[in-house]
C-alpha cells in the first residue's frame, strides 16, 4: 500500500510469471497446426497441404493470447488511486487509547512516559475521533469519542493514581469497554491501543483481542517499564504477556519511549485502514474493469480471419 495508489488484490501479480512461462513453452514447442500433425497420418496430411485444403497455424497467436492473459491478471491484481473524497468517510475510522492506571504503572515511575504516549497517539490519530479509557480494577470512559484534542490532552494531565477508585488491574475491562465504545460508534476500521505494563493480562484479555480482531480492527500495545525499584511483592513488568496480547489483536507493540511502529500504524490514512478492513471500495477507485475492456484489443486478433 503506497501513499494514493494502492494494488486491492496483489496476489494476482504470482499469474503474471506463471504466463510469461506458458507464454514462452507454448512458442517454442508448439506446432504450427497444433497437434493435428500428431493426430493425422503424414502422407495424408502432406497431400490436404498441397491441395490447399489446411491452413497453418501462426506461432504469434499463441503471443497474443498470453498478452491477453497478462492484461487479465494485471487487472485482476486490482490497480487503484485513492478517492479524492476518502476524507469524508473518517467518521468510519476511530482510534480508542486503553491507559492503564493500576499502581504498578502510576507509582512505577514511568507514568509521565505513558500519559505522553497516549497523547502522541491522540495527535497521531489526525482529524479521526478518539476516545479515552483508563482502567485499574475496574475501566471507565475518561473521554467520549471526539476530534478535540486539546480535551484529550487536559483529561490526560489531570489523571493520577486516585483517578479509578477501584484496585486491582484488569486490562481485559477496559479492552471490553473499548470494544463497546466502538460498537455504539458503528465504526468500519479501528486502532485500540492499550497502554499498561503488563499486568493483569491473561487469557481474558486474550479473548478480547481475538473480538477485536475479529470485528476487523486492531489492537496495539505499548509497554511501560518499571522506571525505579519496584516494591517488594509488587507485579513485576510483563512484556512478553503483550506481545502475546498485540499477536491475537492483530496489531503492534512497542516501547513507550519508541512508540514509532504504533504511531504509524494508527496514523496511517483512513483509506489505507478503511482497505485493511475490507471495505477497500469505499476508498479507493478501482482500475481493474478498464484494463479488462484493454485486454479486449489483442483478443479480437485471435478471431482474424485469414483471407
Known amino acids: 500500500m503506497l501513499d494514493a495508489y494502492a494494488l486491492l488484490r496483489p496476489l494476482w501479480l504470482l499469474a503474471i510469471p506463471v504466463v510469461a512461462i506458458l507464454t514462452l ?15 493425422v497420418d503424414p502422407a495424408l496430411m502432406a497431400m490436404l497441404q498441397r491441395r490447399g485444403a489446411v491452413l497453418g497455424g501462426r506461432r504469434q497467436a499463441n503471443v497474443v493470447a498470453a498478452l491477453v492473459a497478462g492484461i487479465i491478471a494485471l487487472a485482476l491484481t486490482g490497480p487503484a488511486f485513492e478517492r479524492p473524497d476518502t476524507s469524508t468517510f473518517r467518521n468510519l475510522d476511530a482510534t480508542v487509547v486503553v491507559l492503564d492506571l493500576s499502581r504498578s504503572v502510576t507509582e512505577g515511575g514511568r507514568f509521565k512516559e505513558a500519559r505522553q504516549a497516549a497523547e502522541a497517539v491522540a495527535q497521531a490519530a489526525g482529524s479521526r475521533s478518539v476516545a479515552l479509557v483508563v482502567y485499574a480494577g475496574d475501566a471507565y470512559t475518561a473521554v467520549s469519542p471526539t476530534t478535540d484534542r486539546e ?4 483529561t490526560l494531565f489531570a489523571l493520577d493514581t486516585d483517578t479509578v477508585p477501584d484496585r486491582g488491574s484488569h486490562p481485559e475491562r477496559g479492552l471490553t469497554l473499548a470494544r463497546k465504545i466502538l460498537d455504539e460508534a458503528n465504526v468500519v476500521a479501528a486502532d485500540v491501543v492499550l497502554i499498561t505494563d503488563g499486568d493483569g493480562v491473561g487469557q481474558a484479555a486474550e479473548r478480547e483481542a481475538a473480538a477485536i480482531r475479529d470485528k476487523g480492527w486492531h489492537l496495539h500495545a505499548l509497554f511501560v517499564p518499571a522506571g525505579k525499584a519496584l516494591a517488594p511483592g509488587a507485579p513485576r513488568p510483563d512484556p512478553a504477556a503483550l506481545d502475546r496480547l ?3 489483536g492483530g496489531g503492534r507493540v512497542a516501547d513507550v519511549d519508541s512508540a514509532g511502529p504504533v504511531l504509524d500504524r494508527v496514523g496511517a490514512s483512513t483509506a489505507q485502514h478503511l482497505a485493511a478492513g475490507g471495505y477497500s471500495v469505499l476508498a479507493f477507485q478501482d482500475l481493474g474493469r478498464w484494463l479488462l475492456l484493454l485486454a479486449l484489443v489483442p483478443a479480437l486478433i485471435l478471431f482474424r480471419r485469414s483471407a
Open 151 to 154: 480535551a484529550i490532552s487536559t
Open 25 to 39: 513453452r507454448a512458442a517454442w514447442r508448439s506446432a504450427p497446426l497444433g497437434d493435428w500433425v500428431r493426430a
Open 246 to 248: 498485540a499477536s491475537d
